[in-house]
């Protein structure tokens, strides 16, 4: 068992000076386009920030966990491709949870912590709807 979560950190270090490295940037770089279009849209709707609903909002949940992954799905499924086409060429194998692992870590995150932050900026400075409503 220790020798798969050394094997696991490993190869998780070893991605950020391997070949395909720009990824790294690329992808968290997508996810946070889309975040930000998300946001501004949740902020226009006068919805309540994105990670908010997900864990306190139960009878939204499932509508925002489609809204989501229809706007980050596929910078997900791109991280997935790219993390085997990397595991491929590097180590020759392939490692499936570690490729959920790096997709989560490249797309998932940057995206919930942004699309929500971008919301509550976006209505700090005038551009949500209620703001609209009262002008």
Request: hydrophobic content about 55%.
């Amino acid at each position: 068992m220790d020798d798969m979560w050394i094997r696991f950190s490993t190869d998780l270090i070893g991605r950020l000076s391997g070949p395909m490295r720009f990824r790294l940037v690329l992808q968290p770089l997508m996810a946070a386009f889309f975040a930000i279009r998300s946001g501004l849209a949740d902020a226009a709707a006068d919805k309540p920030p994105y990670f908010w609903v997900l864990f306190w909002d139960r009878a939204n949940r499932r509508a925002a966990l489609k809204d989501g992954w229809e706007s980050v799905g596929r910078v997900f499924l791109l991280a997935i491709v790219l993390d085997v086409l990397y595991q491929l060429y590097v180590l020759h194998f392939v490692y499936p949870i570690q490729s959920i692992t790096v997709a989560l870590i490249l797309a998932i995150v940057p995206y919930l912590i942004l699309r929500g932050l971008v919301t509550r900026v976006a209505r700090a400075m005038g551009r949500g709807a209620s703001t609209h409503r009262h002008a």
